[in-house]
């Protein structure tokens, strides 16, 4: 697997051990030293694979930078961040970032966690299949989300997430086969997270009066009937 990552971090020595690691496994990497200027590549450049952002900086703070990607893109985000709490990483989830590492890290971990990012988002648009629910529509060939013709802002993991509930239909899906379907099953994540993911996407769907989800209690969630 290879593709294009920015890191952005005003540490210079997190970001030469991140460069050098995502470097070893095969890929591009573009570096910023704050959120402001990975503001300006972001809006300058649309291709990037993945951002990797440091939550605190002094500039810009990370939660900021992503408020701004989402408004422009799908493009994953993986948050570093020296604050560790519950409260910080499901404040991070919820504002667009598909996944959360606490400093000090292992750079192989992060690498697998960038690649099984990279992988649940590239699974999500693997056939040209066409999803619809009422007005919404979810388009997995172009990985495009739409509410009468409106883009619908969500993240990867969100797209994969409303992706196999759509095309469960009436199915249920336990919380352990949504993690399945939209991470992989190599990827280790609670429960909880798939909550926070469902609740935020559910609050995207609320502001055009849809409510595609329903929550079965004590297993998981299904598609609402139309």
Same mark, same amino acid.
């Given at each position: 697997?290879?593709? /294009?990552?920015?890191?952005?971090?005003?540490?210079?020595?997190?970001?030469? =051990?991140?460069?050098?690691?995502?470097?070893? =496994?095969?890929? *591009?990497?573009?570096?910023?030293?704050?959120?402001?200027?990975? =503001?300006?590549?972001?809006?300058?450049?649309?291709?990037?694979?993945?951002?990797?952002?440091?939550?605190?900086?002094?500039?810009?703070?990370?939660?900021?930078?992503? /408020?701004?990607?989402?408004?422009?893109?799908?493009?994953?985000?993986?948050?570093?961040?020296?604050?560790?709490? &519950?409260?910080?990483?499901?404040?991070?989830?919820?504002?667009?970032?598909?996944?959360?590492?606490?400093?000090?890290? *292992?750079?192989?971990?992060?690498?697998?966690?960038?690649?099984?990012?990279?992988?649940?988002?590239?699974?999500?648009?693997?056939?040209?299949?066409?999803?619809?629910?009422?007005?919404? *529509?979810?388009?997995? /060939?172009?990985?495009?989300? &739409?509410?009468?013709?409106?883009?619908?802002?969500?993240?990867?993991?969100?797209?994969?997430?409303?992706?196999?509930?759509?095309?469960?239909?009436?199915?249920?899906?336990?919380?352990?086969?949504?993690?399945?379907?939209?991470?992989?099953?190599?990827?280790?994540? *609670?429960?909880?997270?798939?909550?926070?993911?469902?609740?935020?996407?559910?609050?995207?769907?609320?502001?055009?009066?849809?409510?595609?989800?329903?929550?079965?209690?004590?297993?998981?969630?299904?598609?609402?009937?139309?």
């Amino acid at each position: 697997m290879n593709g /294009r990552i920015l890191v952005v971090d005003d540490e210079p020595r997190i970001r030469e =051990v991140v460069e050098y690691a995502l470097g070893q =496994v095969g890929f *591009s990497v573009t570096s910023a030293a704050g959120g402001l200027e990975a =503001v300006s590549l972001i809006e300058g450049d649309d291709t990037f694979d993945l951002i990797v952002l440091d939550v605190l900086m002094p500039d810009l703070d990370g939660l900021e930078v992503c /408020r701004r990607v989402r408004k422009r893109t799908t493009t994953p985000v993986i948050f570093l961040s020296s604050r560790g709490e &519950e409260t910080d990483r499901i404040v991070g989830l919820e504002l667009g970032g598909d996944d959360y590492v606490c400093k000090p890290f *292992s750079p192989r971990e992060l690498c697998a966690r960038v690649r099984s990012v990279l992988r649940r988002a590239n699974d999500a648009r693997p056939t040209p299949t066409l999803l619809t629910f009422g007005p919404l *529509s979810v388009d997995t /060939r172009r990985h495009v989300a &739409e509410v009468a013709g409106t883009p619908l802002e969500i993240t990867a993991t969100e797209f994969g997430l409303l992706t196999a509930i759509l095309e469960a239909g009436g199915e249920v899906l336990s919380r352990r086969q949504l993690i399945n379907r939209a991470y992989g099953r190599e990827h280790h994540v *609670s429960e909880r997270t798939i909550d926070t993911h469902v609740k935020r996407l559910r609050r995207k769907l609320a502001a055009f009066a849809l409510d595609p989800i329903v929550t079965v209690t004590g297993i998981g969630y299904r598609c609402a009937d139309l």
